[in-house]
């Protein structure tokens, strides 16, 4: 039989619970390693291509961290819109098919919907979504729900509620996806009405029976929730100026403040993919700067856990069909 080269572009491939485990007992693994200064050099001589079409600093930083920690090398570009050949037109297919025999796998972000599919089409070697569009980040969610493990010992019986731009959030549709494929979780979305969950989530959630409830009242649901998971608005996906302006006075009142932190139950956690929108960045704090000490809120640690996943996920994706949780990643839908 010929083994399908595996990629990894969305959370549905995701959801085998034996992967999952075995993803994040290898991440305890690297994070142990890593934190008692042991070498891994597994992967060298392996070249890990990292093509970022849009910005990034946690993603790209804990990638090209993760690679190198393995022994594996790193090539690419971090602005491959102006930096690469796509400045000139080339497709996307053209750029990847061009050099894909220099590489062992493809790490990409993009700009646009669709783009890790399209991808993960073409490719004969392993390639892994790092963020296409207001589609997908599947490795963000890999890292969140790793982290939610972490503090809570278990991934099912809980409750979340993400909160923000529930519209535009690839985080919030990669990880909501992989909660509902587990058990007891129930799951809450808050936003202002003009960013509520899209109408293809919530057929998807209902379609996988998934318990889950949308408002916009922050306050009746933050004291029933272990996990409050805050999203900026994403104002680089708004092009009409009115409407962002809009959006950006609608966010004011989800703004997570000390006080709201304190009304949070015991052992609940603050949850945030980051960055935090800013004045510079055309928007306002969804959490105040004071939170950052908060004993809740736990979204350096959750951004830090990145390395020790994206650790795990190279490791299996770069040592291929012998590794036991590479057989467990599903088809690309
Ligand atoms: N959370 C996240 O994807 O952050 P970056 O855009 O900095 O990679």
């Given amino acids: 039989m010929i083994q399908m080269v595996r990629h990894i572009v969305d959370t549905r491939q995701l959801k085998d619970r034996r992967f999952l485990e075995g993803l994040f007992a290898r991440a305890d693994e690297m994070k142990h390693a890593v934190e008692n200064k042991q070498v891994i050099r597994k992967h060298e001589g392996k070249i890990v ?10 993603t790209k930083m804990t ?4 690679a190198k920690r393995l022994g594996a090398e790193v090539i690419g570009t971090e602005n491959a819109r102006e930096f690469s050949s796509a400045f000139k037109g080339e497709t996307l297919e053209h750029s990847l098919l061009a050099v894909q025999e220099c590489f062992d796998i493809v790490v990409m972000r993009h700009d646009k919907d669709g783009a890790a599919k399209r991808a993960a089409t073409i490719l004969n070697i392993p390639f892994i979504n790092a963020g296409d569009g207001k589609n997908q980040h599947p490795t963000q969610a890999l890292l969140d729900l790793y982290t939610i ?4 010992g278990r991934i099912g019986s809980l409750k979340i509620a993400f909160v923000g731009d529930i519209a535009q959030g690839r985080t919030i549709k990669s990880l909501a996806y992989l909660l509902a494929h587990l058990q007891n979780n129930e799951l809450f979305f808050v936003s202002p009405p003009q960013l509520k969950l899209p109408e293809d989530m919530r057929a998807y959630l209902i379609e996988k029976g998934a318990k889950f409830l949308e408002t916009d009242d922050l306050d009746a649901v933050i004291s029933l929730v272990d996990v409050l998971y805050v999203t900026r608005l994403q104002w680089e996906y708004v092009q009409d100026e009115s409407q962002k302006n809009l959006l950006q006075e609608s966010y004011r009142k989800y703004q997570i403040t000390h006080e709201r932190a304190n009304n949070m139950k015991d052992g609940s956690i603050i949850m945030h993919p980051l960055p935090i929108n800013t004045s510079k960045s055309e928007g306002f704090p969804e959490i105040a700067s004071e939170v950052d000490n908060h004993p809740r809120a736990l979204y350096f640690r959750q951004s830090n856990n990145g390395l020790y996943v994206r650790m795990a ?11 036991p949780l590479y057989n467990l990643i599903l088809d690309v839908p």
């Fill in 63 to 66: 990638f090209d961290t993760a």
């Fill in 49 to 58: 291509a990292s093509l970022f079409y849009q910005p990034s600093t946690r």
């Fill in 313 to 323: 996920l190279l490791d299996v994706l770069l040592t291929g069909p012998s590794d």
């Fill in 149 to 152: 493990r972490q503090v809570f």
